[in-house]
């Protein structure tokens, strides 16, 4: 499975960003997708995740009602509403798949290559 991920940019404190993220491969099977991120010198940190099967979604505290994940199965496509952006958000993001599993951490099979996204204050 490759995973490409995009939308990232730089927008001002408040603004908003959409993030893309198409999965592709021979017959690849996808539970579930995710957004992780990490800031410079910092560890990647869990965003949020959906469930490819049913739609559940879960996100990180510090996104919880500026954030929106949803999918697009059809297209294989994982997106990622930001609102609301704060400086603390800045970051490149990456996307994450996973065959069977939802968890929080690290423990996914397949990676984006990342995206950077600058909030400026």
């Known amino acids: 499975v490759q995973l490409l991920d995009s939308g990232g940019g730089l927008v001002q404190a408040g603004g908003s960003l959409t993030l893309s993220c198409v999965a592709s491969?021979?017959?690849?099977?996808?539970?579930?997708m995710a957004w992780f991120r990490q800031a410079a010198g910092k560890e990647r940190e869990f965003v949020s995740a959906i469930n490819w099967i049913d739609g559940s979604t879960h996100y990180a505290d510090s996104v919880k009602g500026r954030f929106t994940i949803s999918r697009d199965n059809a297209k294989s496509t994982v997106y990622l509403q930001m609102n609301s952006l704060k400086p603390e958000d800045t970051a490149v993001y990456y996307c994450?798949?996973?065959?069977?599993?939802?968890?929080?951490?690290?423990?996914?099979?397949?990676w984006g290559q990342g995206t950077q996204v600058t909030v400026s204050s």
């Open positions: 491969g021979r017959s690849f099977r996808i539970y579930a």
């Open positions: 994450a798949a996973d065959p069977t599993k939802v968890v929080t951490t690290l423990d996914w099979v397949y």
